[in-house]
T-cell receptor
Framework: GQQVMQIPQYQHVQEGEDFTTYCNSSTTLSNIQWYKQRPGGHPVFLIQLVKSGEVKKQKRLTFQFGEAKKNSSLHITATQTTDVGTYFCAGPHRGSTLGRLYFGRGTQLTVWP | DTEVTQTPKHLVMGMTNKKSLKCEQHMGHRAMYWYKQKAKKPPELMFVYSYEKLSINESVPSRFSPECPNSSLLNLHLHALQPEDSALYLC??????????????FGPGTRLTVT
């Protein structure tokens, strides 16, 4: 079953509006990764956060890792139609079998022009 | 080369057929993965190979049989599948397997339909 909770499941925004998706885990994560999957495509790695309280930026995307390493967020400023897709967070749990990456259910982003 | 390739792109098979999915990477990655993804769901881990040895089998039915002939190739042999096995099958690779979190590179997937 799901080990990482992600909300919202769907988000519809007008182009130019901001967008945020949130991930929460009941247990501490060693790190958290974010992936984007375009419609009809495959997941593409965006970024990995490792340190408590870490913040990383990629152009209009801002990624945060919580102080307790149990939550994370992805914020997109001024969305564009190219941002359309499903955003997944994923992370291994401390003590979990090596190689097992738990994916959140994803947030499907739709951007209206 | 940061590409993972998968063949075929699409596959339609009957419940009595035997088929194989193939995955290849030339990034020197030593961990390779098979995932199953249903529509509007996240990828579900099926198998993990580390240094060509099967490390994780997520209680996958025996009608799915993985094989890792060498460090660049990963196969998934299919036999006597059920219609509910229809899904997108994704292959992925990473430098290593570990909680230090090496990012995974996904292939484009094989869209499987079982009739």
């Amino acid at each position: 079953g799901q080990q990482v909770m992600q909300i919202p499941q769907y988000q519809h925004v007008q182009e130019g509006e901001d967008f945020t998706t949130y991930c929460n885990s009941s247990t501490t994560l060693s790190n958290i990764q974010w992936y984007k999957q375009r419609p009809g495509g495959h997941p593409v790695f965006l970024i990995q956060l490792v340190k408590s309280g870490e913040v990383k930026k990629q152009k209009r995307l801002t990624f945060q890792f919580g102080e307790a390493k149990k939550n994370s967020s992805l914020h997109i400023t001024a969305t564009q139609t190219t941002d359309v897709g499903t955003y997944f967070c994923a992370g291994p749990h401390r003590g979990s079998t090596l190689g097992r990456l738990y994916f959140g259910r994803g947030t499907q982003l739709t951007v209206w022009p | 080369d940061t590409e993972v390739t998968q063949t075929p792109k699409h596959l339609v098979m009957g419940m009595t057929n035997k088929k194989s999915l193939k995955c290849e990477q030339h990034m020197g990655h030593r961990a390779m993965y098979w995932y199953k993804q249903k529509a509007k769901k996240p990828p579900e881990l099926m198998f993990v190979y580390s240094y060509e040895k099967l490390s994780i089998n997520e209680s996958v039915p025996s009608r799915f049989s993985p094989e890792c002939p060498n460090s660049s190739l990963l196969n998934l042999h299919l036999h006597a599948l059920q219609p509910e096995d229809s899904a997108l099958y994704l292959c992925a690779s990473s430098r290593f397997m570990g909680t230090s979190g090496y990012e995974q590179y996904f292939g484009p997937g094989t869209r499987l339909t079982v009739t």
